[in-house]
C-alpha cells in the first residue's frame, strides 16, 4: 500500500509525496443486482480506471447476496469486493446475521463497519461498532473500512470533534490498530445522501484533528500510515477539489457510484 504518488493539483501537476494510498469505495447500500455487477465488470473504462499508474484502492461493497458474484466478476482485476456489514459472533443462534468468518470464507476484501445508517437505523451503538471491529481484526486477513460522522445537531452544538473521538474510542482494541487493515471514513450524517457536501476546508480540519487524535490514542506511525477518507454527496463535480487536501485519502461514495460514468469520473478525477 505504501508508495509515492503524484497526483495533479490546480492546472499543474506537483508531486505529492506520501504514504498513502488513495481509496474508493463504493457503498451501494441497499441497492444493485447481478447486472449493475457485471455492466461494471464488463467496462474495461471501469477497469483500467481502476488500475492505473497511479497507486489506487477502488473497492465496490454489494449487498451480501452479490459478494460471490463480484468476486468472480473482479478476479483477475484491482478492484477488492467489501460487504456493508458483519456481526460480531464467529457463529451462533443469530438468525439473519453474518460472521467475519463467513465473509473470509467467501475471500471478501472489506468490511465496512458503523456506518451512521447501521447506527441510526439499526440502533449500532459505539459498543456494538467497537465488538465488530475487534472481531474483524481477530480474523487473519479482513480489513475494515470504520465509519464516524456526526449529525447536523452535533454540528451545531459544537461537539463534532468529542462526539467522533467518542465513536473510535468505543473501538477497546484501538491501541493495536494496524493501518494496513483499517480505513477511517468520516461520513459527516448531514452530509449522506443529501446533496449537501463538506466543504473540502471541513472535512480537511477534521481529518487532520483525526490525524492528530489518532497519533495520541493510536501511535504517530499508524496516524501517518492510516487512510481517513471523506463520505457524503461526493460526485465528480467536487472529488477533485476534495482530493487535494492533504488529509483526505479517499472517498466512501454511496449514491454516485452505482452510476458506472459517474464514478470513473470520480476515480479519475480523484488522480
Ligand atoms: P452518499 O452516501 O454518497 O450517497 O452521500 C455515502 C455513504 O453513505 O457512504
Redesign the pocket.
Known sequence: MDGIVSRSVCSYKIVIVTMRTFFI?G?W?LNGNVKLIKEFSNSKEFLSASTSTTELDVVICPAYPYLPTAKEAFAGSAVGVGAQNCHFASSGAFTGEISVNMLEDLEVDWV?LG???RRAIFKETNEIVGKKVQAALASPDMRVIV?IGETEGEREEGITEKFIEGQLLGCENIKEWRADRIVI?Y?PVW?????K?ATPLQAQEIHAHLRNFLAAQVNPEFAAHVRIIY?????SSNARELAQQPDIDGF??????LKLDEFIKIINESK
Open positions: 469505495g457503498n447500500k465496512i456506518h451512521s445508517e465509519c471514513a461520513e452530509a449522506i445522501g443529501t446533496g457536501v463520505g457524503g454527496s461526493v460526485n466512501l461514495v454511496g449514491g454516485a457510484s
